[in-house]
């Protein structure tokens, strides 16, 4: 045993575990955190991924005691009581069945996001494609990354102009 510092959802945590423990593991039996979670185990179907320093990885695989950077989770995503906008878009386009994949599809989306805040229907298909559904919701999961990136558009030009419009005063 090993302790291991980690940096998760922007606080400092010390686990005192075997290094080579699944993040996945760690996440859920030490620090709590329900929104990872198992799926297939050999990083093949995404219901595990995090983000760690903006990447989407499969926490199933990856020891914790390698992990290196800020690592964000499901619950990680919404500030102050206010969903993410990727968030409020799996509630406004109803992408929910059954439950399996929400994790991994929202936090593979967000990464997505990230690198690429205005991608075309081709680049969300690719994105995602290593994420299974299998309710088969992938239209949906598509219209709600496309109202996310259109809300995180709308909300930066409101920045933006807020922003210059202070300037001007």
Known sequence: MSVVTLQVNGATHEVDID?????????????????????????????CTVIVDGVAMRSCSLPAGQVRGEITTLEGLSKDGTLHPLQQAWIDEQ?????????????????????NPNPSDAEIRQGMEGVLCRCMTYYRIQAAIKRAARGQAAAAAADAAGTDAGEDA
């Open 95 to 115: 992408v929910p069945q059954c439950g399996y994949c929400q994790n991994g599809q929202i936090m593979t989306a967000k990464a997505l996001l990230d690198r």
């Open 19 to 47: 290094p080579s423990t699944p993040l996945l593991y760690v996440l859920r039996n030490d620090l709590g955190l329900q929104g990872p979670r198992f799926g297939c185990g050999l990083a093949q179907c995404g219901t």
